[in-house]
């Protein structure tokens, strides 16, 4: 069974963060070229990895099962609300405010500049739909972006479902007893495909839109709530544990699913993704979460706690945020073009552009966000 290391880290947790960035790095950094000619290496490799945008769903699994976990252990303390929001705040709020300003202050001081050097020629936008970051709405269909502000904000929708998320999970937990909690949260998870079905046939919402409102998206958040329940409670920790097999069975009917996804409807604004294959991501993910801290001398442990996964993992915040836009930027100061991989130049490129995203992050790390991180854990439940 998995067990925290001295800094209290669950290695395989943190294996799972870093795969779940890594399938987002790798699909942003190939797709963004946008459509190959097929039978080139391009196009193969962009078919290959279509469905890397769903690192966003296994995030979304993680954060129920972690935050859901964390109020569960915490649900009786005189303290619960302020020591979660605030351990919360300064582990999300500073850097994702420095990115949202660093924008604001760019377009403010130089923004005819940076449209004519820009590709697309398009002048970043300074209005409403940029300033909604800063209350996590932009999620809520303001605006399209395209250009710089669609690589610096397009993708940020996701920390905006999981904002949303922590105003309702700790209200839930507090409120019903452990015993109850499954039976709320099992409805959630059915009710959510459900949602999404009729959202996208009966009020003919956009997929975009299904895509990125939190309702659309807590079967995935709820899972993780669920797995967090099964795994505090006894008995269903024993069960787990007895029936292993039939636990990788399951994974393995999940992962065909997974594969028939991927031939068929492999991306995220697809009907049959919509419908129900967010769903069964998120089930395929919660399994490989539970497989992976109760077999730990199983294929997935092993995986998840490969050393340079775990160290992807533990800076992989800040990766989500700047990756695009200095992917971007490097392909624009190097090779005077917007992003490709179909070229030995762009692909170059692309890959120092992953190594850079990577020593930012990691310096970050060091010197921003871990002592804010520790700051907030000085509030104690």
Not at 195 to 202: I, K, P, V
Not at 316 to 322: A, D, L, P
Not at 345 to 374: D, Q
Request: aromatic share 14%.
């Amino acid at each position: 069974m998995a067990k925290q290391n001295s800094s209290g880290r669950i290695p395989e947790l943190d294996g799972l963060r870093g795969t779940a960035i890594l399938f987002v790095l790798v699909f942003h950094y190939i797709t963004q070229q946008g459509p190959t000619p097929q039978g080139t290496l391009a196009h193969i490799l962009q078919r290959a990895v279509i469905m890397g945008w769903s690192g966003v769903d296994l995030f979304f699994v993680l954060s129920g099962f972690l935050i859901g976990g964390i109020l569960m252990d915490a649900r009786s303390s005189a303290f619960y609300y302020r020591t979660f929001y605030a351990r919360r705040f300064f582990r999300i709020i500073p850097i994702y405010y420095l990115w949202i300003t660093a924008y604001v202050l760019a377009i403010t001081v130089a923004g005819t500049r940076i449209q004519s050097l820009s590709n697309s020629g398009i002048r970043p936008p300074l209005d409403f739909a940029v300033f909604a970051h800063y209350i996590f709405l932009q999620n809520l269909g303001f605006h399209g972006f395209g250009g710089l502000a669609g690589a610096w904000f397009g993708h940020l929708w996701s920390l905006a479902v999981e904002e949303q998320f922590y105003l309702l999970a700790p209200l839930v937990v507090r409120l019903a007893t452990p015993r109850k909690l499954p039976t709320i949260l099992a409805p959630v998870i059915v009710a959510v495909p459900v949602l999404r079905t009729a959202l996208l046939y009966w009020v003919h919402a956009t997929p975009g839109l299904v895509t990125v409102l939190m309702p659309c998206r807590a079967d995935a958040l709820a899972l993780g709530m669920l797995a967090a329940a099964l795994w505090r409670n006894q008995g269903s920790r024993d069960w787990l544990e007895r029936n292993g097999k039939k636990l990788y069975a399951f994974f393995g009917l999940l992962l065909t699913g997974v594969a028939l996804l991927w031939i068929w409807a492999p991306e995220s604004g697809t009907r049959g993704m919509q419908t129900f294959g967010f769903t069964w991501l998120g089930m395929f993910y919660v399994v490989a979460l539970l497989l992976s801290l109760l077999k730990t001398s199983g294929p997935i442990a092993r995986v998840m706690r490969i050393g340079w996964l775990r160290e992807l993992g533990t800076v992989s915040y800040c990766v989500y945020i700047i990756h695009i836009v200095v992917n971007v930027v490097c392909h624009a100061v190097l090779l005077h073009t917007t992003p490709k991989i179909s070229t030995v130049k762009g692909a170059v490129v692309t890959i120092a552009a992953a190594f850079l995203t990577y020593g930012i992050a990691k310096l970050s790390w060091v010197l921003y966000e871990n002592p804010l991180l520790r700051r907030g854990h000085a509030f104690k439940y």
